[in-house]
T-cell receptor, first 115, second 113 residues
Framework: DSGVTQTPKHLITATGQRVTLRCSPR?????VYWYQQSLDQGLQFLIQ???????AKGNILERFSAQQFPDLHSELNLSSLELGDSALYFC??????????????FGEGSRLTVL | DQQVKQNSPSLSVQEGRISILNCDYT??????FLWYKKYPAEGPTFLIS?????DKNEDGRFTVFLNKSAKHLSLHIVPSQPGDSAVYFC????????????FGKGTLLTVNP
């Protein structure tokens, strides 16, 4: 158990819909990262938050947005869903946000299926 | 453009033998490298890392080697055990900046009893 909690574990929805994925980081970790793993793909970095502020952005679509709340949990919002958005979405946390180094702790992921 | 490449999608070895997983990278700015292991229905878990100032890091049965000139790293598992069967991801980052890992696509290791 990494200490990172993601909900829901599974989600099935239709094209055009909007979903919210939630992540609670490890106790004390200030940084939250979102990754997407599509079929046969590695983990693609989407976005990072540190103590409520956006710190780094990766290949995140404009239809996607995220935020980190004062209690440090984070939400990833996916809208106008397309079939290609079907993927595993991982959240990870780490205590370090700026200087880097050290590993990330991943949740078990949220599997999104868009029909 | 894939900056971290794991060219072998799968690898099968016998229990007790050595497993060697390879990873190549193209971005010369990467200076910190990690290996993650992932079991089905679980998130990736950290295995071992190496800084670019080193060429080898060892942790029990796991050793990571880094060849900066070739932009290549490898993970050696000796001896391999059936419980090591998992997907192994290589990852790289630019230390000192926002900590963002770039992952390879992974190699499925199967250790046969």
């Amino acid at each position: 158990d990494s200490g990172v909690t993601q909900t829901p574990k599974h989600l099935i929805t239709a094209t055009g819909q909007r979903v919210t994925l939630r992540c609670s980081p490890r106790s004390g970790d200030l940084s939250v990262y979102w990754y997407q793993q599509s079929l046969d793909q590695g983990l693609q970095f989407l976005i990072q938050y540190y103590n409520g502020e956006e710190r780094a952005k990766g290949n995140i679509l404009e239809r996607f947005s995220a935020q980190q709340f004062p209690d440090l949990h984070s939400e990833l919002n996916l809208s106008s869903l397309e079939l290609g958005d079907s993927a595993l979405y991982f959240c990870a946390s780490s205590p370090k946000g700026v200087l880097g180094g050290g590993e990330l702790f991943f949740g078990e992921g949220s599997r999104l299926t868009v029909l | 453009d894939q900056q971290v490449k794991q060219n072998s999608p799968s690898l099968s070895v016998q229990e007790g033998r050595i497993s060697i997983l390879n990873c190549d990278y193209t971005n010369s700015m990467f200076d910190y490298f990690l290996w993650y292991k992932k079991y089905p229905a679980e998130g990736p878990t950290f295995l071992i890392s190496i800084s670019s100032i080193k060429d080898k890091n060892e942790d029990g049965r796991f050793t990571v080697f880094l060849n900066k000139s070739a932009k290549h790293l490898s993970l050696h598992i000796v001896p391999s055990q059936p419980g090591d069967s998992a997907v192994y991801f290589c990852a790289a980052s630019r230390g000192g900046s926002n900590y963002k890992l770039t992952f390879g696509k992974g190699t499925l290791l199967t250790v046969n009893p």
